[in-house]
């Protein structure tokens, strides 16, 4: 995972480290415009997975989200 050091993020709050999702959030887009990050959109308009989301590609938001959380949770990795 790529660190990036950036203004934006508040050193004295928490860690200190935030997680950037560019195609995702507003301030992320920015961030991810000053230091050239790839945007990755994985939704289509009608709020379908595109392409871009692999083997969620065509289910609606929802039936990605349960997947996404089974597919955690057989492989031990879902903290809650």
Do not use: W
Not at 4 to 16: H, K, L, M, P
Not at 26 to 36: I, K, L, T
Not at 39 to 44: A, L, R
Not at 62 to 78: C, I, N, S
């Amino acid at each position: 995972i790529p660190v990036i050091a950036d203004d934006y993020v508040d050193a004295s709050f928490g860690t200190g480290c935030v997680k950037i999702t560019p195609a995702h959030d507003p301030n992320d887009f920015e961030m991810g415009q000053r230091h050239d990050l790839d945007s990755i959109v994985v939704m289509n308009n009608d709020a379908t997975m595109n392409e871009g989301a692999g083997k969620f590609n065509g289910m609606t938001r929802e039936e990605a989200r349960k997947q996404v959380v089974a597919e955690l949770k057989e492989l031990g990795l879902l903290e809650k």
